[in-house]
């Protein structure tokens, strides 16, 4: 019941409420218990006006006001009546000086004896005079001189009371004036929060702020013309130059809002500034130079103020006249009722010049701030409502475009799983028939897929990482040509797909190493490619390459991609970059895409402090440009493009070949089992002996007693570091390995590292965790030439497929997805008898090579008969994709290097020399699990022991003390789940 009618019961009880206040006001009668109790009698009879020539004139009754010279002294004098001794007398002094005396004896003085930096205004003053209690005669005369004209005999009421009294009885006459300025001062704080509230959020601001000021400073005005700030203190001066300073300026807040907030007015208000600004700079300068007061001058300011309402009211009458609307109408009735009442109080300051100038604009000023706020609070709730129906309407529009997304992310990652799970189907079931090139092909293949999906999934993060504010930006030195062979490789394969017309046309003048974000740039230049490709069926694709403004050792990058594919239409131009979308999605339906590319290349190129531009007509092709700065590390020109493709064709065929150094022997030193093992089995593929060492002590050993053709040494190492390792090397008697090259083994592979470790004695060095394409070229360029021989891979695989199939497992970029022609057929683990066909691994077209592998069973049913669980899903906490790529691509060596790691557990050493504080052997250690831990794929493992390594060689030792409980705790987490995972079933 009452849920039902709440509303009726609310507004019920609030009438009978109003009513018994109003029956409270007409009906009770209480004592007068107010502060302002007492009389106050009137003392505006019997005054003589005495003029400087001795003219007498009997005044009947106060107020008065007549002609007067300027600095004319004007006396009025009166007797005082008995009862009025010993009170206070109270008056308005307007711009003018006065003195008063009773019985020949000054009593009061205001502006007599005043001194001013400048202007001569005495200001207007309420005078509270204090009547003595013993007067004789009781004469009392008041002399007056003001400055201008009529001011001296312009004369207001005179009462006399108590002097507590004649203060309370003021401030009780002043006090609807107060509440209508602190109105006015409340509508001008709303003003300014409302502006900066639509700052914030919606940012159309419409000139509020302005209008905010304009009320601010009028409230000031204001409440100084009450004289209510005189009874707390008592300068004058300072309120008659305010009065003035606000008259000149408040019009220029005024004229801003309109400008701002009405479009009609643009032109007239823009003129109007000028005047004001004149007018006022003209004013400062009279004033402060003396030659004119600033009463003299405030007609000027005046006349601004009336014509600057009199253009507002015409024009949001004209508005108002057009628009109906209820928000033109308050607008327009708020500027009239300003302009009348600011009328009134000119009319009634230029002819009567007594009282409370500003009594009548007040009551404008105030009917227009409400009116405005009003209209403003309205719009504000209407942009509101737009807003929220914007934000809904975009939610909506999100929420399909990730609808959307996911379908096609579901077809894009769906597509290269296929592929690697057909192609490991077809590896596993024949591996033991197939020829080497045949296992090759599958793993080849494998190797595409995988890195297709590795592209996606990156893109993912990548927007993730931005999103989130972590994407960083991390400049390395590059070469540019570098840069641009990968990404011609990687396109040229797409084009050929497509018989497109793909060329490089690359500014030979472009300097030929830079620094930047090398793989950042890379992917801009990939991501320009790949769309351009995607969405070109016939013609043409360019990648031109150059430079803009070039200033000392900076350059601005030009990345500029031409097609001639399908266009954009220009509706579609704001959606391009936005994320989870693909503009003209019905005619592109067929073209595959996860509609973040564009998007994510944008964001990499605004982060590099670069800009991009797209051009492009509907049907006919499209040009995409990147700007991005950089500097310039070796200005060298790159030279012709072609010419040095020809020459990394035949380095890359040299690299193709096949390291052989059966006869060479090679020691390494490292302390921690992993990274031997790792090397060991590298180095071993080569046919070379392999010795290995654990500390820089057992080094110095082996090398005293044999003599070897390389060697490998780990710089950090607990004792002997590799750098006293190598200085103990070169200062030993020993005969042997004086001269052998040795490589500095290091995690921390940053600018400078080389010439660092050069300067040490060291060779060259190999960052850890190793990869096998930089060993092989340390070896190659390090091991003496008669112990190297290199094979093709082709001859290699004829020495066995065991051998081969090491070798061939290698990680490259490879950007086409293909897979192998087969019409073998194998039995199912689950039913030897019955045959069925494998579903192929279907590429798009776009992408590369398409074909059907036919094999019995489906691809399901194959992994579950091999009985294996996939790495990531066996160790989902774990980068297994790097691991591998740090472990030969072996499953089996991965796994052995995932048991070494446990078995190398560091925490009692770590926590000992934490304990200790023995920062020096902290560091080697926590270097160590840095190193060991990205090895296996522990990524985050990895970068917090990273941190504390930079801790440590930093002296930021109250980082380690507060960090190193947590990551050893998270270092014995992933202990414990590594041993549990290994002991457990691997069955699916």
């Not at 002609?67 to 009025?76: F, G, L, T």
């Amino acid at each position: 019941m009452i849920k039902k009618y709440h509303k009726v019961i609310l507004w019920t009880i609030f009438f009978v409420q109003l009513a018994l206040i109003v029956i409270v006001l007409q009906t009770a009668k209480v004592d007068d218990v107010t502060l302002a109790k007492g009389e106050v009698q009137p003392f505006n009879t019997g005054w003589v006006l005495v003029r400087e020539d001795g003219t007498e004139t009997d005044l009947e009754k106060l107020p008065y006001n007549t002609v007067s010279r300027p600095n004319e002294k004007i006396v009025i004098k009166n007797t005082i009546p008995r009862e009025c001794m010993g009170k206070t007398m109270t008056f308005l002094a307007a711009d003018k000086t006065l003195k008063i005396t009773v019985d020949g004896e000054e009593i009061y003085t205001f502006g007599v004896n005043d001194k001013r930096l400048f202007g001569r205004t005495p200001g207007s003053v309420i005078v509270f005079a204090d009547i003595p209690e013993d007067c004789e005669a009781g004469e009392i005369q008041i002399e007056m001189c003001s400055p201008y004209a009529d001011y001296a005999t312009y004369l207001t009421e005179i009462s006399v009371a108590a002097r507590d009294v004649a203060i309370l009885n003021f401030l009780k006459q002043k006090a609807w004036g107060i509440v209508l300025s602190m109105m006015i001062l409340i509508s001008a704080v709303m003003f300014l929060v409302l502006a900066v509230m639509q700052q914030i959020s919606i940012r159309k601001i419409g000139g509020v702020q302005y209008l905010g000021i304009y009320l601010l400073l009028m409230s000031i005005y204001y409440v100084i013309e009450t004289k209510v700030p005189e009874v707390f203190y008592g300068n004058q001066t300072l309120y008659s130059n305010l009065i003035f300073i606000i008259l000149m300026t408040a019009p220029l807040f005024l004229e801003a809002y309109c400008y701002h907030a009405i479009p009609e007015m643009s032109r007239v208000m823009m003129t109007a500034m000028v005047i004001s600004i004149v007018n006022m700079l003209v004013q400062l300068i009279l004033q402060i130079g003396g030659w004119v007061d600033f009463m003299d001058m405030s007609v000027a300011s005046h006349a601004i103020i009336l014509m600057l309402i009199f253009a507002n009211v015409v024009t949001l009458g004209r508005i108002a006249g057009k628009e109906k609307s209820l928000e033109n109408l308050l607008h327009f009735f708020g500027i009239s009722c300003m302009m009348v009442s600011v009328l009134i109080d000119l009319l009634r300051n230029y002819t009567i010049k007594v009282g409370d100038l500003g009594m009548a604009s007040r009551y404008g000023v105030c009917i227009f701030s409400i009116c405005t706020l009003i209209t403003y609070m309205r719009k504000m709730m209407q942009e509101h409502v737009k807003f929220v129906e914007k934000a809904k309407n975009d939610a909506i529009a999100a929420n399909v475009a990730k609808s959307q997304f996911l379908a096609n992310m579901s077809h894009e990652i769906r597509t290269p799983i296929n592929g690697i799970i057909g192609m490991d189907a077809m590896l596993l079931k024949n591996c033991d028939k197939c020829d080497p090139e045949e296992i090759r092909e599958y793993a080849v293949n494998i190797q595409s897929a995988s890195q297709t999906l590795l592209a996606i999934i990156n893109d993912i993060l990548d927007i993730s990482k931005i999103e989130s504010g972590k994407m960083e930006i991390i400049p390395v030195e590059y070469e540019l040509f570098s840069v641009l062979n990968d990404c011609y490789h990687m396109a040229k394969a797409r084009a050929d797909a497509k018989d497109l017309d793909f060329r490089m046309e690359i500014d030979a003048n472009v300097p030929s190493v830079l620094y930047g974000d090398e793989v950042r740039i890379r992917q801009i230049i990939n991501n320009f490619l790949s769309n351009a490709v995607k969405y070109t069926s016939e013609g043409h694709v360019i990648l031109r390459l150059g430079y803009e403004q070039q200033r000392g050792n900076h350059l601005l990058l030009k990345i500029e991609v031409e097609d001639s594919g399908i266009g954009i239409r220009k509706t579609d131009m704001n959606r391009l970059f936005l994320n989870f979308t693909r503009v003209d999605e019905q005619k592109n339906r067929n073209i595959q895409g996860t509609g973040l590319g564009l998007s994510l290349t944008k964001n990499l190129v605004q982060l590099m402090g670069g800009e991009i531009r797209v051009t492009s007509e509907y049907g006919k092709g499209s040009v995409f440009t990147a700007l991005i700065p950089q500097k310039i590390v070796n200005a060298e020109q790159m030279g012709d493009f072609a010419q040095k493709y020809q020459q990394y064709i035949c380095a890359a065929e040299k690299k193709q070949r096949i390291l052989l150094a059966p006869k060479a022997k090679i020691l390494v030193v490292d302390d921690v089992e992993m990274n031997l093992k790792v090397a060991q089995n590298y180095i071993r593929q080569t046919g070379a002996r392999v010795d290995l060492a654990h500390s820089g002590e057992e080094c110095l050993r082996m090398v005293q007693q044999e003599s070897y053709d390389l060697i490998f040494l780990d710089h950090m190492m607990p004792q002997m570091d590799g750098v006293e390792t190598l200085h103990a090397m070169k200062q030993s008697d020993s005969p042997f390995n004086k001269n052998t090259p040795v490589i500095a083994l290091t995690a921390n592979a940053i600018a400078g590292a080389k010439e660092k470790y050069l300067e040490d004695g060291f060779f060259d060095y190999l960052s850890k965790p190793i990869r096998e394409e930089e060993l092989m070229e340390l070896l190659r360029n390090y091991l003496p030439a008669e112990l190297v021989e290199e094979k093709e891979q082709s001859e290699r695989a004829q020495e066995g497929k065991k051998e081969y199939s090491e070798c061939s497992r290698k990680v490259n970029i490879v950007d086409t997805v293909g897979t192998a022609e087969n019409g073998d057929t194998a039995k199912t683990a689950e039913n030897p008898e019955k045959e069925e066909t494998v579903e192929a691994a279907k590429i798009p077209e776009n992408e590369g090579i398409t074909a059907t592998v036919k094999n019995k069973g489906t691809v399901e049913e194959s992994l579950a008969g091999s009985g294996k669980m996939p790495l990531e899903e066996r160790f989902p906490y774990l980068n297994t994709m790097a691991g591998m790529t740090y472990c030969m691509n072996e499953e089996d060596f991965y796994l052995e290097m995932i048991e070494t790691f446990i078995q190398e557990d560091k925490r009692e050493v770590l926590n000992t020399t934490f304990e200790e504080e023995s920062w020096e052997n902290y560091q080697v250690y926590i270097h160590a699990l840095k190193s060991t831990s990205l090895t296996i794929g522990a990524d985050e493992l990895s970068g917090h022991a990273k941190d504390l390594e930079l801790a440590a060689k930093e002296a930021n030792y109250p980082y380690i003390r507060e960090h190193h409980a947590q990551v050893m705790e998270e270092y014995g987490g992933l202990m414990e789940q590594l041993a549990m995972d290994l002991k457990g079933d691997s069955r699916v």
